[in-house]
């Protein structure tokens, strides 16, 4: 499978996201999660379908604590969308494509 989705991490969190000129979707998940692993190829096939609106990475939250305390992400996967320095969207559990698509449609419409 292709990967469309870049890891980032807290070192590289300010630069990559906040400060991005276009939305950028965080996934945030990590190895021992089940329903992340369900959403991870949904996002991988939105990635390349829609990544030239949206920038699509992810975060172990595991390996990065640091961020999603930040942003009081408790449960994963947690995906945050960021806009401007701001979370503009949080969508918590896996849900199917359809519901994510809608969910971003503001971004990628």
Same mark, same amino acid.
């Given at each position: 499978?292709?990967?469309?989705?870049?890891?980032? $991490?807290?070192?590289?969190?300010?630069? $990559?996201?906040?400060?991005?000129?276009?939305?950028?979707?965080?996934?945030?998940?990590?190895?021992?999660?089940?329903?992340?692993?369900?959403?991870?190829?949904?996002?991988?096939?939105?990635?390349?379908?829609?990544?030239?609106?949206? $920038?699509?990475?992810?975060?172990?939250?595991?390996?990065?604590?640091? $961020?999603?305390?930040?942003?009081?992400?408790?449960?994963?996967?947690?995906?945050?969308?960021?806009?401007?320095?701001?979370?503009?969207?949080?969508?918590?559990?896996?849900?199917?494509?359809?519901?994510?698509?809608?969910?971003?449609?503001?971004?990628?419409?």
């Amino acid at each position: 499978m292709a990967d469309n989705i870049s890891a980032v $991490t807290d070192a590289e969190f300010d630069a $990559t996201v906040l400060k991005s000129d276009k939305p950028v979707l965080v996934d945030f998940w990590a190895e021992w999660c089940g329903p992340c692993r369900q959403v991870s190829p949904i996002l991988e096939e939105l990635a390349g379908e829609h990544g030239d609106k949206v $920038t699509f990475t992810k975060m172990n939250v595991d390996e990065n604590p640091v $961020t999603p305390s930040t942003y009081r992400v408790t449960g994963i996967p947690t995906i945050n969308v960021y806009q401007g320095g701001e979370v503009v969207k949080s969508i918590v559990g896996a849900k199917p494509k359809a519901a994510l698509l809608k969910e971003l449609q503001e971004f990628i419409g």
